[in-house]
C-alpha cells in the first residue's frame, strides 16, 4: 500500500508565501516523477508543477517565475515553494506520485487559501 501525504496548506494574503510538502511512502521503491496539481471550486484538476527523478521540471504558465518545485534526492518528497500569492491561486492542492510502471499515487490534497 501506498501513502502520499501532504502538509504545508493555509491561508495567506495576497503577496505572501507559502511552502507545501509531500511525502510518499510504503510498498513502492523510487516514484519517477512527483508533482503539484490544485483543484478550485468548480474547477478542473490542473497541472501546477513537475518534477522528474532526473531533476527536469515543468512549470504551468501561471505560476511562473512564483512557484518553484524542488525534490529531495533519492526520496519520495517533494516541495513546493510558492511566492507572490495571488487570490486564484486559491485551491486545493495535490501531489501526485507516478511509477516507473505510470502508475499514479495521490494525496488527500491540502487547501490553500489566498485572500486579505
Known amino acids: 500500500q501506498v501513502q502520499v501525504v501532504e502538509s504545508g496548506g493555509g491561508s495567506v494574503q495576497p503577496g505572501g508565501s507559502l511552502r507545501l510538502s509531500c511525502a510518499a511512502s510504503?510498498?513502492?521503491?523510487?516514484?519517477?516523477?512527483m508533482g503539484w496539481y490544485r483543484q478550485a471550486p468548480g474547477e478542473q484538476r490542473e497541472l501546477v508543477a513537475t518534477?522528474?527523478?532526473?531533476?527536469?521540471?515543468h512549470y504551468a504558465e501561471s505560476v511562473k517565475g512564483r512557484f518553484a518545485i524542488s525534490r529531495v534526492n533519492g526520496k519520495n518528497t517533494v516541495y513546493l515553494q510558492m511566492n507572490s500569492l495571488k487570490a486564484e491561486d486559491t485551491a486545493v492542492y495535490y501531489c501526485?506520485?507516478?511509477?516507473?510502471?505510470?502508475?499514479?499515487?495521490w494525496g488527500q490534497g491540502t487547501q490553500v487559501t489566498v485572500s486579505l
Open positions: 501526485q506520485g507516478v511509477s516507473y510502471g505510470s502508475r499514479e499515487y
Open positions: 510504503g510498498s513502492i521503491f523510487r516514484l519517477n516523477a
Open positions: 518534477v522528474t527523478r532526473d531533476g527536469n521540471t
